[in-house]
């Protein structure tokens, strides 16, 4: 059973910056995608980017573009999230997810237990 566990997560100042971090127990180059999600209070989770374990490939929600980046240390079975000028509407709780791919939260099976990203003067 493949488990991930998020951390990194806090609160910040509008601006500022967090690096979120998912390491998996298992081997996940099997999978298409690793990717980040986040369900603020009241409403739906949705895909913020993924990536191939494989080729490195990634997606972004838009937006996050320019804001965000995502990388993965295939070494450390670890993906992480780089989140740059961060607004109030970032907060949310932040979910890692492993599965097909594409941004679509109800396409993917394993989670992590999340990680709260507060953005607030």
Known sequence: QLQLA???GGLVQ???SL???????GYTLDYPAIGWFRQAPGELREGVSI??????STEYEDSVK????????????????????????DTAV???GVGPGGLSPSEYGYWGQGTQVTVSS
Not at 51 to 56: C, E, K, V, W
């Open 94 to 96: 932040y979910y890692c």
């Open 6 to 8: 998020e951390s990194g």
């Open 14 to 16: 509008p601006g500022g």
């Open 66 to 89: 320019g804001r965000f980046t995502i990388s993965r240390d295939n070494a450390k079975n670890t993906v992480y999230l780089q989140m740059n000028s961060l607004q109030p509407e």
């Open 19 to 25: 690096r979120l971090s998912c390491t998996t127990s």
């Open 51 to 56: 990536i191939s374990p494989r080729d490195g």
